[in-house]
């Protein structure tokens, strides 16, 4: 089937340090794959995507790179801020004529200073 | 402000009464997507617009929901004869034009429905 398997939360570091999330898909063909984040109080938003195998998707300090091998797409930020605090989702584009988006079940990340 | 806007953002309902939820896309954005969000999940996709035409419902939860996009703007969802268990976040998002698969997703803040 087509799904998305995050790890699960609450993932609790203290300010400056490495984070990754972990984010798995299946698919049938080459799906687009998304990070999304909510901040507490806010709707989703766009942090990152990858197109196609190998792409790295960059944005305020937050990578993630599409690995088709392994079929992951792991969240890493070097350096965590307080403000990084918010639950972030990963999400599988539609492929093969569907019109599904997936996402996960979302992973709270929590920074304390 | 032109993000994604939805309305009402709270809905309290007793069982067996019917609910409508409005999403106002992004103006030009032709593509919209309903989900259904519980604590603790992601979200969950429920039916797929691109411009007026429903193009996936197959996710509907049962024939108690119906959306509509009558122009092409504004959406709709409805649930007739709510059920505690529809007690969730329904979440609009919207996505200009181009790869369906590839493009990105702007989402509304959400409606929260309680069904007591």
């Known amino acids: 089937g087509n799904s998305v398997t995050q790890m699960e939360g609450p993932v609790t570091l203290s300010e400056e340090a490495f984070l990754t999330i972990n984010c798995t898909y299946t698919a049938t063909g080459y799906p687009s794959l998304f990070w999304y984040v909510q901040y507490p109080g806010e709707g989703l938003q766009l942090l990152l995507k990858?197109?196609?195998?190998?792409d790295k998707g960059s944005n305020k300090g937050f990578e993630a790179t599409y690995r088709k091998e392994t079929t992951s797409f792991h969240l890493e930020k070097g350096s965590v801020q307080v403000s990084d605090s918010a639950v972030y989702f990963c999400?599988?584009?539609?492929?093969?004529?569907?019109?599904?988006?997936?996402f996960g079940r979302g992973t709270s990340l929590i920074v304390h200073p | 402000d032109t993000g994604v806007s939805q309305d009402p953002r709270h809905k309290i309902t007793k069982r067996g009464q019917n609910v409508t939820f409005r999403c106002d896309p992004i103006s030009e954005h032709n593509r919209l997507y309903w989900y259904r969000q519980t604590l603790g999940q992601g979200p969950e996709f429920l039916t797929y617009?691109?411009?007026?035409?429903?193009?996936?419902k197959s996710r509907l939860l049962s024939d108690r929901f119906s959306a509509e996009r009558p122009k092409g703007s504004f959406s709709t969802l409805e649930i007739q004869r709510t059920e505690q268990g529809d007690s969730a976040m329904y979440l609009c998002?919207?996505?200009?034009?181009?790869?369906?698969?590839?493009?990105?997703?702007?989402f509304g803040p959400g409606t929260r429905l309680t069904v007591l």
């Open positions: 999400s599988r584009g539609p492929t093969g004529g569907s019109y599904i988006p997936t």
């Open positions: 998002a919207s996505s200009p034009e181009g790869g369906v698969s590839t493009d990105t997703q702007y």
């Open positions: 617009f691109q411009n007026e035409a429903q193009l996936e």
């Open positions: 990858a197109t196609k195998a190998d």
